[in-house]
């Protein structure tokens, strides 16, 4: 595995929107030695298993948010808990910094959930509460 | 579990950046009914065993995608695969909506992990890649 420079770009191999070369139909691997393609397959079954794993823990993760959202609601607890907050976020950077991750990025990511999560229940609370 | 108007929120249970009313040091969760915060700290743990997962696969995803951008700079292969990209969104969609997750969210998902590839691999470019 060694590196060459190919110029900045995606390299993702997940999408990045940028489109390689207008090669419509058809993977742009047609054609490539059959030990890299065979590696290449390799990776990309296993970060297609990782991405299904991902989206059945974050279905899960919010199936638990719900409940606590109707929990909240029920017992007029606040919606949001600072010090719960901060102790996730500094949680999950160490996690991320011992699994070689990027913090800031676990960071965003956690970020980005909470936004769902949000939407989530002020959809929850529009259903709830008619007001004019 | 029921549901009752709180009016729109946070009720994020994950911090979502808002503060519910200044309640710095100590939890907002004190002095409620014991059992309710049983139920809240189930669920937490909960999600915190969830998002360690999800930062653990993720971890791994990106030792993938690195693997490939690496293969792919040594075998000279475009760094994009629109074909590949379009089955990964349309069998994380597919998969989104049988664990009952809106789709739109985990294709939302899966491009702010692919911008997160890019970064790495611009990184992987600059350092290979030095043009004046």
Chains 1, 2 share one sequence.
């Not at 490539?32 to 397959?41: N, S």
């Amino acid at each position: 595995m060694t590196t060459s420079s190919t110029g900045s770009g995606g390299n993702g191999d997940i999408g990045d929107g940028r489109t390689a070369g207008g090669g419509e139909g058809g993977s742009n691997t047609d054609g490539i030695d059959p030990d890299v393609r065979a590696e290449l397959v390799r990776l990309r079954e296993s970060i297609d298993n990782i991405d299904a794993a991902v989206v059945h823990m974050l279905a899960e993760r919010f199936k638990c948010t719900q409940q606590v959202g109707h929990l909240k609601a029920a017992h007029h607890l606040p919606p949001a808990d600072p010090s719960r907050e901060a102790q996730q976020i500094a949680r999950l950077r160490r996690l991320a910094e011992n699994a070689n991750l990027d913090p800031a990025f676990a960071e965003k990511l956690l970020n980005f959930v909470i936004a769902e999560v949000i939407r989530h229940h002020e959809r929850i609370a529009e259903d709830t509460n008619t007001r004019g």
